[in-house]
């Protein structure tokens, strides 16, 4: 079972990246799954989440309305578009994914790095 994130990397402030977490080992559409960030010196905090089947979707306050999520269970991934990246969306970005009806996401991919310059 693991996850593998992707698409990080250095973008000016205004820019798009896209983060993929692709899933092996596991048949995605029985997890919800969820996006953390971790900056340099500050604690993990929750980015996005997106359930099962794709309908709910949710975003912490600091990115609302300029991320946006989606799933392809057919191809096992989620997508975190990133617009009008801030310096402050610096961060290693980590998905992570829980079974149908756990309470934990206990599934952790290995992160990838988003740099945003100013």
């Known amino acids: 079972v693991q996850l593998q994130a992707s698409g990080g990397g250095l973008v000016q402030a205004g820019g798009s990246l896209r983060l993929s977490c692709a899933a092996s080992?596991?048949?995605?559409?029985?997890?919800?799954t969820r996006w953390f960030r971790q900056a340099q010196g500050k604690e993990r905090e929750f980015v996005a989440s997106i359930n099962r089947d794709g309908r709910r979707i949710s975003f912490a306050g600091s990115v609302k309305g300029r991320f946006t999520l989606t799933r392809d269970n057919v191809k096992n991934s989620v997508y975190l578009q990133m617009n009008s990246l801030k310096p402050e969306d610096t961060a290693v970005y980590y998905c992570?994914?829980?079974?149908?009806?756990?309470?934990?996401?206990?599934?952790w991919g290995q992160g990838t790095l988003v740099t945003v310059s100013s």
């Open positions: 080992g596991l048949t995605f559409g029985y997890y919800d």
């Open positions: 992570a994914a829980r079974p149908a009806g756990a309470d934990d996401y206990n599934v």
